[in-house]
């Protein structure tokens, strides 16, 4: 089979390997399809060198149906269509022991810390499947991880139907958290530097403004009567967002960091003082938010269809990249079987 990993110095290497039949426990999936995410271009970047080892085969948005079974697997068939929550918890730690798995102090992230979905055959604990519907479509199915990324981070909010909510970055998971928060029936409108985004953000119903061109203090102040957001989601990763989310949120109101931050930012604590402003950070992931995606995906809440800018084979994965980086594609699939040599189900078993 072919996969792809990464190996260091922005180098993306797809190569030929064999697949292995699950241990006890494990289950084999054939997989189809495979979202790449900013956590993915996190690690092509080389910003997690210290914590991925490499070679590492990637990817955890995936989709896929079950080809093998390992001993003492059960309540699963093959042919069964699932995704996979790719987070490993010790069951031992503070975190653990408090019902924080999912925040596990020494989490296995599947596809970062262990080898992930960029396979045509990939083995995990059967503990991780999610069980996807009975029609729904492998590539709109590959959305599942990033939908609950987004329904995790709009629970924690807690905003309530009628709020208002500022998402700070129109990438992929901006967009999916501003339809998740419209789901809930919260008002959102969306800050976005990138004219192209904010096209394709606006034809999904979503107000957008540009900081460069609007003053976006005064315009969420109007757009609020005066009072500011209910909620504001730093999703963009840029230090001059952290520094004037707090402006965008009203009295008692919420920011929730959800980006990926490198390095440490500054932020106006006097602001939060001020407004005693609440702030969340809003990580993964727990099982009731993938089977919420599940159902957001499945009945068409999500619009899978204007998300997936493109589907390219495992082989273009590098090229694939390059269009998510430069903001000329929303979301990108790898469609992990195409190209791959023909393997039998028998044989990958």
């Known amino acids: 089979m072919l996969t792809a990993a990464y190996t260091g110095d922005s180098t993306i290497t797809v190569s030929e390997a064999e697949p292995r039949p699950p241990a006890p426990g494990e289950v084999q999936i054939r997989v189809a399809y495979v979202g790449l995410c900013g956590t993915d271009l996190h690690i092509l970047h080389g910003s997690m060198d210290a914590r991925v ?4 085969v990637f990817g955890h948005e995936m989709s896929g149906e079950i080809a093998a079974l390992g001993d003492g697997v059960t309540g699963w068939s093959v042919g069964d269509a699932v995704t996979v929550m790719p987070l490993a918890w ?27 979905a960029l396979q045509a055959y990939w083995n995990v604990p059967a503990e991780v499947l999610v069980a996807l519907p009975e029609g729904i479509a492998l590539d709109a199915a590959a959305l599942v991880e990033p939908v609950a990324v987004a329904v995790h981070d709009v629970r924690r909010s807690e905003i309530a139907p009628g709020e208002k909510a500022v998402v700070i970055g129109g990438g992929p998971i901006g967009v999916l958290i501003a339809t998740v928060a419209r789901a809930f029936g919260a008002e959102v409108a969306v800050i976005e530097l990138d004219a192209n985004r904010r096209a394709q953000i606006a034809g999904l119903g979503f107000d957008t403004l540009d900081p460069r061109e609007v003053d976006q203090v005064a315009w969420v102040e109007e757009w609020t009567g005066g009072a500011g957001a209910d909620v504001v989601f730093e999703v963009s990763g840029a230090a001059a967002a952290v520094l004037g989310a707090t402006s965008l949120a009203k009295v008692r109101g919420t920011l929730v960091v959800v980006a990926i931050h490198p390095t440490p930012r500054e932020i106006d604590l006097q602001r939060v003082f001020w407004r005693e402003l609440r702030i969340l950070g809003a990580r993964v992931y727990q099982r009731t938010d993938f089977e919420t995606a599940v159902e957001l995906v499945a009945d068409g809440t999500i619009p899978s269809d204007l998300l997936i800018t493109k589907i390219v084979p495992l082989a273009e994965t590098r090229a694939a990249f390059d269009d998510l980086e430069g903001g000329r594609a929303m979301k990108v699939l790898v469609d992990v079987r195409a190209g791959q040599p023909a393997i039998g189900e028998e044989a990958a078993a």
Request: proline fraction near 10%; aromatic fraction near 4%.
């Open 53 to 56: 080892q490499t070679p590492l």
């Open 90 to 116: 010790d069951g031992t730690c503070p975190a653990c022991l408090a019902g924080n798995e999912h925040i596990c102090q020494n989490l296995d992230f599947i596809g970062i810390d262990s080898p992930g």
